[in-house]
């Protein structure tokens, strides 16, 4: 997608609270078409978002984005003409991708996850909920205090960590309408005695299982005898502890699997490219092939058997 402001959607995204991959040109050898610190969005389903580079670039840097947002790790990944990187030392962590198509233009591209901040809403009114919120901030993390009255499903994101702290002043009400929103993570601030009571009412209510057992209660860690702002520090610790394992990832709202395009080669120039529709087409004697640009799948539609490959008899 061309015309678009990276930057100002990056920043649009991190208040959504939503990650993505950041893509930037760091080098490029004509006659690429990328050109220095060209900048691109990559979105976690392979969304592109600005420009960098032509169609021999474009799906390997989404194949390479999606690799980087699973593992947490930044890349660069090196596009050239597979005798470039004959006999040469490549650092590690540097990804080369030989490429065939008719430009003999290289890219470099630095890839990035950019993991937006957590986002902590706390419901309550008690000094220990103003102290949570401010301490979240501290840190770097997205926080907002709601009154009980004035929450509901819609103030929360998927990727909320929803704390409720109205301490016994409509726990049942609140839980109940944040667990309409499937958070990534709900905690009670409240004894387990208090909490037991509490998953009794909203089973009579209807609550499943399931969804009382995502209830955290009681939240935080033991950091022995505290006082009410010190329990502040418990929870957020708490809460620190579960994202570096891995946690407060947004909850699946659906059970249907996602089912990842299979990658074929583009048999005319080597490059990888998925089995889509976008990605054009083409029957052969019973096979579909699929290729990276207009150019491929013309050359491919005069002469097939010239690039299909063939076995060799023993």
């Known amino acids: 997608m061309e015309g678009v402001d990276v930057m100002a959607r990056a920043v649009e995204l991190m208040a959504r609270g939503e990650s993505f991959a950041m893509a930037t040109v760091v080098w490029r050898q004509p006659p690429s078409s990328g050109h220095y610190g060209s900048r691109a969005i990559v979105m976690p389903d392979g969304t592109l978002l600005g420009w960098i580079g032509g169609a021999c ?52 591209i630095f890839v990035e996850p950019v993991a937006a901040a957590p986002h902590v809403l706390v419901v309550g009114r008690s000094p220990m909920a103003m102290t949570l919120v401010d301490l979240a901030r501290d840190v770097g993390w997205r926080s907002e205090l709601v009154s009980p009255e004035g929450f509901s499903a819609t103030s929360v994101q998927q990727s909320s960590a929803v704390i409720v702290a109205t301490q016994g002043h409509g726990d049942e009400e609140v839980l109940e309408e944040a667990l309409r929103a499937t958070p990534a993570f709900i905690g009670l601030v409240a004894s387990r005695k208090r909490g037991d009571v509490v998953r009794g009412y909203l089973a009579e209510r209807g609550v499943s299982a399931d ?54 080669i583009d048999l005319v120039c080597g490059m990888t490219v998925e089995a889509v529709p976008a990605n054009r087409p083409f029957d052969f004697e019973g096979t579909t092939y699929y290729f990276c640009a207009p150019g491929c799948r013309k050359a491919f539609e005069k002469d097939p058997e010239a690039f299909i490959p063939r076995e060799v008899p023993c």
């Open 211 to 264: 969804r009382l057992a995502a209830i955290h209660v009681p939240i935080g860690l033991d950091l022995g005898h505290t006082n009410h702002r010190e329990i502040a520090v418990s929870i957020l610790a708490e809460l620190v502890q579960i994202r570096a394992a891995g946690g407060l990832k947004p909850q699946q709202r659906t059970l249907l699997p996602v089912i990842e395009p299979e990658e074929v």
């Open 57 to 108: 670039a474009e799906p390997v840097l989404i194949r390479e984005a999606k690799r980087v947002l699973a593992e947490g790790r930044s890349s660069l990944i090196w596009l050239g003409q597979e005798q470039d990187f004959l006999g040469m030392h490549v650092p590690d962590g540097v990804i080369t991708v030989p490429i065939s198509c008719q430009s003999d233009g290289a890219l470099q």
